[in-house]
């Protein structure tokens, strides 16, 4: 079992920043790629971005490619999500998830990720 706890969430306005945290807690932060979710209203949970165990390997919707950088520090088991040039369209509830491999699937739905945080709010006005 994995514990996640996301926070960072809140009201920014468009072109602004915020930075996302995901706080790990259970079994070993090392064994499971991680992935960040959203879901804005009426919509279905969209993937943003995951990191294999390492960090070293990153992936990224293209919606959020070259705005978003997500990242993990294994010694706090915790992963980031630092949201650059934000847009009202990013305005979303974001879920942190564990996928139980080491190396995110290719598939980019929630079907791999076992384990799911709570969410937190990110709200970008215009």
């Known amino acids: 079992q994995v514990q996640l706890v996301e926070s960072g969430g809140g009201l920014v306005q468009a072109g602004g920043s915020l930075r996302l945290s995901c706080a790990a807690s259970?079994?070993?932060?090392?064994?499971?790629?991680m992935g960040w979710f959203r879901q804005a209203i009426g919509k279905e949970r969209e993937f943003v971005a995951a990191?294999?165990?390492?960090?070293?390997?990153?992936y990224y919707a293209d919606s959020v490619k070259g705005r978003f950088t997500i990242s993990r520090d294994n010694a706090k088991n915790t992963v980031y999500l630092q949201m650059n040039s934000l847009k009202p369209e990013d305005t979303a509830v974001y879920y942190c998830?564990?996928?139980?491999?080491?190396?995110?699937?290719?598939?980019?739905?929630?079907?791999?990720?076992?384990?799911w945080g709570q969410g937190t709010q990110v709200t970008v006005s215009s």
């Open positions: 259970g079994r070993t932060f090392t064994m499971y790629a």
């Open positions: 990191v294999a165990w390492s960090g070293g390997n990153t």
């Open positions: 998830a564990a996928d139980n491999r080491l190396w995110p699937s290719k598939d980019t739905t929630t079907r791999p990720y076992d384990y």
